[in-house]
């Protein structure tokens, strides 16, 4: 969630012509800029790439600019690309697609009012002694306002803003369509069950009931446990597109970085030891890593744990995929890793055998990092750029382009913001302590 005075009162276009509109005007906006682009390097004595005069800061700002002003899906799927991308895209595009992340606009006070009356009635402001009418955070599906009740309970008070459930077939469509009309896809690619994926991952976050389910079956799954805080749900005021819940004092997770050493690292031990129990034993993962998720409260040294909507049952064939990696990892050994990698469907066998000493450089670099001695500096990314390099080289091969399973990539994309975030936290952890500890304690 992004926040407060970082985003800017603009209406959420919630019908069906509003939303066709922006992503019209997206796609203006883009070819516009490719282009400007071409007819640049074009002059410059160049002989541009598709993926050179599309993917340039200029562009990069149009869609952050209107996957914020659409929000919903639309913006999510920007959110993703920005992080699942990471280590991949240019400095310059990276910092600007992770706006998504921290930043979005919000619903003017005649839009918010209509959406509280709609779900708790006209008279829904005699609940409160006091509604703070500016958003505390705005995202992609909600919004969250800060109240007091009558019996002087301080709430978060998640809004959905309007036609966002409604909107979500028709976004990840135009979205897709975007990318086949940009022709940086394969025609050979067959992403339609990574769309059907996303699909019903983003009607799970819009049914807020069910999100304030899972939010309670992780508190009490951590319960009695130190160094995490879970907000209580209060049902009565829940519906299912509004989600209130206890206040949870804290502040953002990045602020962290000018934290202790000592302090940073055990926040991030807590949180990459949080992702293995999820995985391996709590068999459910909150799979959306958007730092905004993470709060920290200094009082009483919790990580508070926001935003449930993504979490979803993780398959024991993934679970076991995973537990082959890591054991192969963990052994150091090179050709296992391979084979767990081929077998999981993380990388296509055509991938391998067209690039397999790429491969093989990638793997041995990270199983370098993963058996050092000592614990990780999550700081030290001297090895990010040579993987970058050989990936790069690889994805240029587009006969061997290949998307792993959707639920695979759920549980990566969480496993890479975590590291992100470890990274941005310059943190030094012991994972393959940790690592270690849990596979064997979850162990058959």
Do not use: C
């Not at 922006?22 to 282009?35: C, S």
């Not at 240029?396 to 969480?414: E, G, I, Y």
């Amino acid at each position: 969630m992004a926040d407060e005075g970082k985003g800017r009162h603009r209406a959420v276009p919630s019908s069906r012509l509003g939303r066709i509109g922006g992503f019209g005007r997206l796609a203006g906006g883009v070819a516009g800029g490719m282009m400007a682009e071409g007819a640049r390097r074009l002059a410059s004595g160049e002989r541009p790439t598709l993926e050179q005069i599309m993917l340039t800061p200029g562009n990069a700002r149009r869609l952050a600019d209107r996957l914020g002003h659409m929000r919903g899906a639309a913006m999510k799927l920007g959110q993703m690309i920005s992080m699942d991308a990471g280590d991949f895209l240019p400095p310059e595009l990276a910092t600007i697609l992770a706006s998504l992340r921290d930043r979005a606009d919000f619903m003017p006070a005649r839009q918010l009012d209509s959406v509280l009356a709609k779900e708790w009635g006209k008279d829904w402001r005699r609940q409160f002694r006091r509604f703070e009418p500016r958003p505390i955070a705005a995202a992609s599906i909600g919004q969250v306002h800060r109240a007091v009740t009558r019996d002087d309970r301080t709430l978060a008070v998640k809004v959905q803003y309007p036609g966002i459930a409604a909107s979500i077939d028709a976004d990840v469509d135009n979205v897709a369509g975007l990318l086949k009309i940009s022709g940086l896809l394969p025609k050979g690619l067959d992403i339609a069950p990574l769309l059907a994926a996303a699909k019903e991952q983003l009607h799970e976050e819009a049914d807020y009931r069910r999100e304030g389910a899972q939010m309670q079956a992780y508190a009490d799954r951590l319960s009695g446990e130190q160094g995490f805080t879970v907000p209580t749900m209060d049902e009565d005021l829940s519906t299912g597109r509004i989600l209130a819940m206890s206040y949870e004092d804290g502040v953002p997770i990045e602020s962290l970085q000018d934290a202790s050493q000592a302090m940073r690292n055990d926040v991030m031990a807590r949180l990459i030891d949080l992702v293995g129990r999820e995985l391996f034993e709590f068999g459910v993962m909150q799979t959306d890593p958007n730092f905004a998720n993470y709060r920290y409260n200094h009082e009483n040294d919790t990580i508070v744990l926001l935003d449930f909507g993504a979490a979803r049952e993780i398959t024991s064939q993934v679970r076991a995929s995973y537990r082959g990696l890591l054991q192969a990892g963990l052994a150091g050994d090179r050709d296992a890793v391979r084979r767990a990698a081929v077998s999981s469907g993380f990388v296509a066998e055509a991938a391998v055998a067209a690039h397999g000493q790429r491969i093989d450089r990638m793997i041995d670099i990270i199983l370098a990092e993963m058996n050092a001695k000592g614990p990780f500096n999550f700081g030290d990314r001297a090895f990010v750029p040579v993987i970058r390099e050989e990936g790069t080289a690889i994805a240029r091969d587009r006969a061997s382009w290949h998307l792993p399973p959707t639920d695979t990539l759920f549980v990566q994309r969480k496993i890479s913001g975590t590291a992100l975030l470890a990274a941005r936290l310059q943190a030094v952890v012991n994972v393959r302590d940790i690592v270690s500890e849990i596979l064997q304690r979850t162990s058959e």
